[in-house]
């Protein structure tokens, strides 16, 4: 299985000086000296902008951090925009919420220097006494709070961390830091109260801890709960985007890639163990268990069967013609027996896990039902299965699938290459190829979890199924498998062979997920009603596909759009 290359999970404190260094000479190569050094002109960092752009495209926006990467002070920057605007500009007023006093005089520092340099005229600037009803008691206290008044009849705003100190307010909340407030969940019910006459909520915080509101918040923006913008900014992306370089200019330094790796493995060691929550955006306690056993148990079908098909080595070496017609002969009596489960009416997607030698090949078709759920007709393992039965199989699995909308294939190491021919077949833009990356499981697996938690997808109820999703585990904060192969425990144990796995299933489940979630394109076509000599299409009744020495569709079989 090419699904989970180590190499690519090096993330973070794992990553030594040597390879950070590495890393940065590589991605600077061949750019000329003046491209090497960040721009002085350009006053904020990449990241920085693409978490202002996020907040331009959505109400809510949630940014998990690194410590001291420099968010609030972008985030002051976009304040006094909004504020110094007109109400016809979008202008509107802004409340800073911070966990503590020194915060907030920072920000309105900040927001002071941000104002003179953009020539906004601030009016009024400096701390008042901020007027606080407890409901509980009746009483009302003065807290110093500060602002900044600007011609437009806006202000910016530092308020104390009371969700009362939003009651009747209305403009653009900033909550900085929000992991770290006393109560959180009543702060951001207050906060979502101004988006009523739109109004804007950014909450940037670091994490602290697995069970923290803001972590829980961000997981269920992830898993599609809420339609929020989120923005992850781990310590080497803002190195990567220029933060060590920044830092060079302002202490008037030279940048060198081996200056960088060592700052950084200094900075690493300062944080200890706590560098995985403080730097690389992991929750403490967040290493664990993925799924819950109940949970995968609970979707599991006995009817949903797993069709298995394993050959000797020898089998490569069979003449193509005899392993073409062993694998048809497998297809008419384990797939076509099982073809009644396929609901004729449905939308069709497929998901598939590509293996060669050590790992097998899964393939996982699902359809959309009624309710969304993810009907699974069924699904195939393939041990030890040439390349080019492997393709045969797979297409014949998709031509009978109704409705087909799209697959997700495994596109990395030796799964590249029928990726790429089955792409090619039905079209590049319903088949996806994937490359597995650290972003993609963080994207994905998120997903795949919040629709097994719904009991929204069929899973065969099988020992070897249900053992690939068990061993999915939250590492570095991120659902992947660990290295450690497992032995098979159900066919492939009674029949006395030394079987591995490694999560197969589970990775052609979140690729099958995947699909089901890509855009369909629609189209309509022009049945051929004679036949085309040499194409293998016997009629208006036949399929284009009938012939899989086809390697792929020509014009005159597209169709029209």
């Not at 993330?11 to 590495?22: D, L, N, S, Y």
């Not at 909340?173 to 109004?199: Q, R, S, T, Y």
């Not at 060198?256 to 060691?269: D, N, P, V, Y």
Request: charged share 25%.
């Amino acid at each position: 299985m090419s699904a989970l290359p180590q190499e690519d999970f090096k993330v973070g404190r794992a990553i030594t000086a040597e390879e950070w260094k590495a890393l940065r000479e590589e991605s600077l190569y061949g750019l000329p000296e003046a491209l090497r050094e960040l721009p002085r002109s350009e006053i904020l960092l990449g990241y920085q902008k693409r978490s202002i752009r996020a907040r331009l495209s959505h109400e809510v926006t949630f940014i998990e951090k690194s410590r001291r990467t420099g968010l609030t002070w972008a985030f002051a920057s976009d304040a006094v925009l909004v504020s110094a605007a007109d109400h016809s500009a979008g202008g509107m007023d802004t409340f800073y919420i911070g966990y503590n006093l020194e915060m907030a005089r920072e920000f309105i520092d900040v927001c002071a220097m941000w104002a003179k340099l953009f020539a906004k005229a601030a009016v009024e600037s400096g701390e008042y006494l901020f007027e606080d009803l407890d409901p509980a008691t009746g009483e009302t206290r003065q807290v110093k709070a500060f602002r900044i008044r600007f011609s437009s009849g806006f202000e910016i705003v530092a308020l104390p961390s009371r969700p009362r100190s939003l009651r009747g307010k209305q403009g653009y909340v900033i909550i900085d830091e929000a992991a770290f407030h006393d109560d959180l969940a009543e702060l951001l019910k207050a906060a979502m109260a101004l988006l009523i006459w739109g109004g804007m909520v950014v909450v940037i915080s670091t994490h602290d801890g697995e069970a923290n509101t803001f972590n829980q918040y961000v997981k269920d923006i992830r898993a599609g709960v809420f339609d929020y913008g989120i923005v992850r900014i781990d310590f080497d992306e803002a190195l990567r985007e220029g933060l060590y370089q920044r830092i060079c200019q302002r202490k008037g330094e030279d940048w060198t890639a081996e200056g960088e790796a060592e700052w950084r493995s200094k900075i690493i060691a300062h944080y200890g163990q706590g560098a995985d929550e403080e730097l690389f955006c992991i929750p403490s306690e967040g290493s664990g268990v993925w799924l819950l056993p109940a949970v995968i148990e609970a979707n599991m079908k006995a009817e949903t069967k797993v069709l298995r098909w394993e050959m000797p080595s020898a089998f490569a070496a069979w003449p193509a013609r005899l392993r073409r017609e062993a694998a048809q002969a497998w297809l008419d009596q384990h797939v076509v027996p099982q073809l009644h489960r396929i609901l004729p009416d449905k939308p069709s997607f497929l998901g598939e896990d590509f293996g060669r030698i050590s790992d097998l090949s899964v393939i996982w078709p699902v359809q959309l039902a009624q309710g969304m759920h993810r009907h699974t007709p069924f699904v195939i393992e393939l041990r030890n299965i040439p390349f080019d039965e492997q393709e045969f199989i797979l297409w014949w699995v998709i031509d009978h699938l109704p409705r087909f909308g799209a697959g997700a294939l495994d596109a990395g190491g030796n799964g590249a290459a029928l990726a790429e021919r089955t792409a090619q077949r039905y079209g590049m833009e319903r088949i996806a190829q994937i490359k597995f990356t650290v972003d993609w499981y963080r994207a994905n697996m998120p997903l795949l979890k919040q629709t097994l938690e719904a009991l929204g997808m069929d899973v065969p109820k099988d020992v070897d199924v249900g053992n690939d999703l068990r061993i999915v585990r939250m590492i570095d904060g991120i659902a992947r498998l660990p290295r450690v192969r497992n032995a098979e425990k159900g066919e492939g144990a009674a029949d006395g062979k030394k079987k591995t796995r490694h999560g197969d299933a589970a990775i052609a489940a979140v690729l099958a997920h995947f699909a089901s979630l890509m855009p369909v394109v629609s189209f309509a076509y022009q049945a051929v009603t004679g036949g085309a000599p040499g194409l293998g299409v016997t009629g208006a009744g036949g399929s284009p596909f009938a012939d899989h020495s086809i390697g792929s569709m020509t014009p005159s079989l597209r169709g029209r759009l």
